[in-house]
Nanobody, 116 residues
C-alpha cells in the first residue's frame, strides 16, 4: 500500500475528527499533498491542498472548519476536521504528487459519517 489513510468514523454533528495519511517510503519526492472526498452519487472533490513549502488552500465549504497539515519528515498528511456537518459525510482520500515522477498517488479512502 503506497498511501495509508486512517481516522474516519462516525461522529455527531458539531464533532471533530482527524484523518491521517502515511505515504510509503517508496514514493520519492513528495510534493503536493491533498485531501479529496466523494459523497454517494457525487463526484470526487478537492477539500484541502498543501504544498511542500507550506502553502494551503481549501474548498469554500470547509474553510474555517478544516485544517490540512503535514509532517514532511514523516511523509504524513493530516486533515483536522471540526464543526462537522452531515453534508461532510463522504469517503475521504489522500492524494500526493511526486515531483520526481510527476505521478499522482491515491490512498484507499476512509469513510467519515456525520450523523446523530
Amino acid at each position: 500500500v503506497q498511501l495509508q489513510a486512517s481516522g474516519g468514523g462516525l461522529v455527531q454533528p458539531g464533532g471533530s475528527l482527524r484523518l491521517s495519511c502515511v505515504v510509503s517510503e517508496y514514493i520519492f519526492g513528495v510534493g503536493d499533498m491533498d485531501w479529496y472526498r466523494q459523497a454517494p452519487g457525487e463526484q470526487r472533490e478537492l477539500v484541502a491542498h498543501s504544498t511542500r513549502g507550506g502553502n494551503t488552500n481549501y474548498a469554500d465549504s470547509v474553510k474555517g472548519r478544516f485544517t490540512i497539515s503535514r509532517d514532511n519528515a514523516k511523509n504524513t498528511a493530516y486533515l483536522q476536521m471540526s464543526s462537522l456537518k452531515p453534508e461532510d459525510t463522504a469517503v475521504y482520500y489522500c492524494n500526493v504528487r511526486s515531483v520526481v515522477t510527476g505521478l499522482d498517488y491515491w490512498g484507499q479512502g476512509t469513510l467519515v459519517t456525520v450523523s446523530s
